[in-house]
């Protein structure tokens, strides 16, 4: 349901409320009751999961990360016009989905993996508004990059299981498959967001142009 | 009389909890800030919950006291 629908929902229901509060001796009647029941009980609750269920698809969104400023670097890493930023490189050629860059690559291809990306959010608020938070070139992550987040999307592609690197030595496709060398490791593909790293040479993606 | 009043104040209060709950609601989905979730959930939900509850119990209160069918039949009157 699109946000306007639901607060034109949570406005009208609000109304409604407000004709009890203005009437209550409605209720007296049949009719009075079912719909206090409606006004009081059903519509207040079907708004407040319809919100929070609004919120939580707007939470997956690469906006709604990046509105946090301490995060704007690493927003600004996904226009890096150089194809050795993976961040980049997935993002302007859309092997992740642009709306949601961040939620695609950042959260666990697991049972459960959606509702700790959400806890983990709510961590990083505590954080943000509670704690002191770090500069964003100091940001690191909680675990190891698991390369089952890149291979949920790679794993029986032409250009991951054919590719001239990762067949050179015949160890290192079953390697990063067992994630016991990680894609994100030196010498691979070890260039991703590098924040505070970028120097004067490097150049961004205009989307215009 | 005086239960039918208390049901109509505690409907009142309901409605104002539930209205105040829902106005939250809708400033944080236009509120797009993280942190309008957490309020979103925290204030607006807990406001619903409140006001919702106290609904719930003005209901069963109401059924418990036998006083108060006198009293909505003189609402009625």
Known sequence: MPTIAIV???LFSAVLAGVMVVRPAITVSRAGKILAFGVLFFLPLFSLVAGMENEMQRS???????????ME?????????DPAYLAGAHYQNHRVPADEACYTCHTDYAMFGTFKAKLGGLRHLYIYYLGKPPLPENIKLYNPFNNRECLHCHLGARSFEQG???NADPSTLPAIKANTLSCVSSGCHDVVHNVG????????????S | ?????SMNRRLRIS???????????ALCLVWSKPIAFVVLVCLGGA????GVLLFLYSLVSASAHPANASGVAQDKR
């Open chain 1, 197 to 208: 790293h970028w120097g004067d040479k490097v150049k961004f993606w205009d989307v215009g």
């Open chain 2, 1 to 5: 009389m005086r239960s039918g009043d």
């Open chain 1, 60 to 70: 997956e969104s690469t906006a709604f990360c990046l509105s946090c400023h301490i």
């Open chain 1, 73 to 81: 670097p690493y927003g600004k890493s996904l226009h890096i016009d």
């Open chain 2, 15 to 25: 409605g104002i909890l539930v209205i105040i709950g829902l106005l939250v609601e």
């Open chain 1, 8 to 10: 034109i929902l949570v």
């Open chain 1, 164 to 166: 001239a690197t990762h």
């Open chain 2, 47 to 50: 406001l619903i919950g409140v």
